[in-house]
C-alpha cells in the first residue's frame, strides 16, 4: 500500500507539473521594436504558448514612468513555434513601451523589462515622387515683329517746307482797278440816272427857250 501510495503521489506531482507547463504565461510572450521592408517602424509581439490560449497584447507609449499613448491593441492565440501580432508605430530611438498581456483569468501582467526602441531610426526604402514639371504654355505668344513702314527718326521734318514765295508776277495795279470797275454791279444803274439827269435838263433847257421867246414876242 505505501508503494502504491507513493506511485500514485509521483503521477500526480508529474501531472500537475506538465500541467504547469502547458498552460499560458507572461514568460510566454516577448516584444520587439524594429523596420519593416519599407522602413518603417513597427512592434512585434510574439506567443509561444503552446495551450493555445487566446490573450489580448496591448501597447502604450511611455513618458516618465506613465502611459503617454495607446499604440494600438489585438487579439493572439499562442502556438508552441510562436504567433505574433504587429503594431505600426514611428517609434523615436530609445523610446519606451509597455505591453499588457491579459489571457483570461490566468495571465494579467505586463511583459518585464519594457520594451526599448533601437538607438537609430528607421531608415525609409520608398523612393520619393519625383517633383511635377510646369507644363509649357500651349501656345507660345509671337514676339513682337517690327512694322513694315519704318518710322521717321527725330531728325527728319513731319510737316511740309514752308513756302518761300510765289514766283508768278502779281497783277499789275491797273488791271486790278479796271476789273473792279468792269466787274461793279452798281455802273449801269448810275448810267441810267445820268442819262436821266440829261433828258431833264434838255427838257428844262428848251422850256427856257420857247418861254424866253414868248415873251420878246410880247
Known amino acids: 500500500m505505501r508503494i502504491l501510495g507513493v506511485a500514485s503521489a509521483s503521477a500526480a506531482l508529474a501531472l500537475g507539473v506538465a500541467g504547469n507547463a502547458l498552460a499560458c504565461n507572461i514568460r510566454d510572450f516577448s516584444a ?7 522602413g518603417k517602424g513597427i512592434i512585434t509581439v510574439t506567443d509561444t504558448d503552446a495551450s493555445g490560449k487566446e490573450a489580448t497584447v496591448s501597447v502604450f ?68 515622387k519625383p517633383s511635377e514639371t510646369p507644363k509649357p504654355s500651349e501656345t507660345p505668344k509671337p514676339s513682337e515683329t517690327p512694322s513694315d513702314t519704318p518710322t521717321p527718326s527725330a531728325s527728319e521734318s513731319t510737316t511740309a517746307p514752308a513756302t518761300t514765295g510765289d514766283n508768278s508776277p502779281s497783277p499789275a495795279a491797273g488791271d486790278s482797278n479796271l476789273a473792279e470797275t468792269g466787274a461793279n454791279s452798281n455802273t449801269p444803274m448810275i448810267a441810267g440816272i445820268a442819262g436821266a439827269f440829261v433828258v431833264v435838263g434838255g427838257g428844262a433847257v428848251f422850256f427856257g427857250m420857247r418861254r424866253r421867246g414868248a415873251s420878246k414876242a410880247n
Open 61 to 128: 507609449l511611455e513618458s516618465n514612468g506613465a502611459d503617454a499613448k495607446k499604440i494600438g491593441e489585438q487579439t493572439v492565440t499562442g502556438t508552441r513555434e510562436g504567433a505574433t501580432v504587429t503594431f505600426s508605430e514611428d517609434w523615436a530611438p530609445n523610446a519606451q513601451y509597455r505591453v499588457h498581456i491579459k489571457a483570461g483569468n490566468i495571465v494579467d501582467a505586463d511583459i518585464s523589462p519594457a520594451l526599448t526602441a533601437p538607438s537609430e531610426a528607421c531608415k525609409s526604402t520608398e523612393t520619393p
Open 32 to 38: 520587439v521594436a524594429s523596420c519593416d521592408d519599407n
